[in-house]
Each structure stands twice: as C-alpha cells, then as structure tokens.
C-alpha cells in the first residue's frame, strides 16, 4: 500500500517492513517498488557518514547500514537513513541541510537483501524509536502512548500480553500506527469487530486489536450478596412498619 513519506522523493513510498524489537526502523521503496532519491525529513545537521561503502567493502560502521547519513534535528531528535547506493551520496560530515535536500540514492549496500532505504527516528536520547507516525509529520509532534490503568473487578476490562501490540488512530489495520502499547490493564470505551479482530478503543481515538493472543478480557466479577434469615426478618419487618405507615 502506498503511503506519504516525506524520505522519498516525489513523496509517495511502499513500506516492504516495519518496526519490531528485531528491526528497529522502517523500510520503505519509492512508488510501484521501484529506487528513488532520499531526502532529508527535516532541517539539520549531518553528524554521521559513510559514503564509500560498495558490496565487498564495509568501513566502520557500515557493515549494517552500508553508506547512510546520520542528522540530528532542531528539536533534539535524530533520524538515520541507510543503504545508499554507492558513490551517491551528496553531503558531508558537518553539512546543514533543508528538508527534502537529496541525501543520496536508494541503493542495496551494508546487509541488504534488496533497494530500498532503512528509515530510523531516534529521540534526543538517541534511542530508537516507531518511525510510522513520523514518515509524513513534524518529529516534534508529541505522540502519546496510552498508559495502563488499575483492575477494577466492578467493570470488564482489556489486558494487553503481547508487547508488540500496536496502537491505531482507528480500528482498521491501515490506519496509522502511533507505537506499541504498553503491556497493562485498560478500560473498553469502545469496541468494533471487522471479520478479522475484534478492535478495542482503550482511550478515545486509540485502537488496538485482538486475534485471542494479543490481548486478554478481564470480566467484571459478580458481588453475590447472602441473604440470611435474620437479615430476611429485618427487611419484613421494615417494610411492615413502611406500610403501617404510608397506607
């Protein structure tokens, strides 16, 4: 499926894999899975290199990535763009760039099995982070995860056991991804079922949906109250003087 990215440029890219614990960006080709120019997602500063890097040779640094440019942004974040083709790439150690400059060509160097770009967002701290909600958005844009909340054995609630679970804007599995969802115990405000999973709202506007491996329900555990004979006496006799009264 085709999506906006801002890496790409003409702007329109296809997402061949996505972001896990094992592989920590996102791969992306041009339109119809064909090469392209990378461009800088923001304004900054290039703060990492490799640019000479080709099938058999792998500098320091670039036996994952192979030829990749490293940018650190006005806000503090980082993104990195790996895989160039060799002899492409345009800028150098220290460059200040625009958003949208041509970074390189989209090429097949480091450990790659195929053209395409690796796409990484990383915070101010430098640690990596989900790149979907960023292909086509400002880094600064606060992302909020929604945050586990305690059992109320009074309500039925959703707990989430699979930490992999992604957060959508909407219950459908093309709607944006804004990250993983904490493992924990949410309230249901809402739920839609599409053929394929069950899609619960945990906050207003955040979906995520259950296969039976996901995600568990917790239900609401009933109160029984005993009645006993004493307590059974109590009440006629309240009611007996009620009607005495009133009637």
Not at 7 to 22: K, L
Not at 158 to 174: M, P
Request: charged share 25%; aromatic share 10%.
């Amino acid at each position: 499926m085709s999506v906006k990215v801002r890496v790409i440029e003409g702007g329109i890219g296809e997402i061949t894999q996505g972001f896990s614990s094992s592989h920590l960006g996102m791969d992306i080709v041009n339109k119809g899975y064909t090469l392209a120019n990378i461009t800088a997602h923001s304004d900054g500063e290039v703060v990492e290199i490799v640019k000479d890097c080709n099938y058999n040779t792998f500098p320091n640094g670039a036996r994952i990535y192979g030829n990749y440019v490293k940018l650190k942004h006005d806000d503090g974040y980082y993104t990195l763009y790996g895989h160039g083709a060799y002899n492409t790439v345009k800028v150098s150690k220290g460059d200040k760039v625009k958003r949208g400059q041509v970074l390189f060509y989209m090429g097949n160097t480091g450990y790659s099995n195929g053209g395409h770009v690796h796409f990484e967002v990383r915070t101010p701290q430098d640690e990596r982070i989900n790149p979907e909600p960023y292909l086509d958005a400002d880094l600064s844009r606060e992302v909020e995860l929604p945050q586990p909340v305690e059992r109320d054995t009074s309500i039925e609630q959703l707990q989430v056991v699979e930490s992999q679970l992604n957060v959508r804007l909407d219950h459908s599995t093309s709607a944006k991804s804004i990250g993983f969802c904490p493992v924990g115990i949410y309230n249901i405000v809402s739920r839609y079922k599409d053929g394929t999973y069950t899609w619960y709202e945990i906050e207003e506007g955040k979906w995520v949906a259950n296969d039976g491996a996901w995600c568990k329900l917790l239900p609401a555990e009933k109160n029984e109250v005993v009645l006993t004979r004493e307590k059974y006496n109590e009440l006629c006799e309240k009611l007996w003087h009620y009607l005495k009264e009133n009637l």
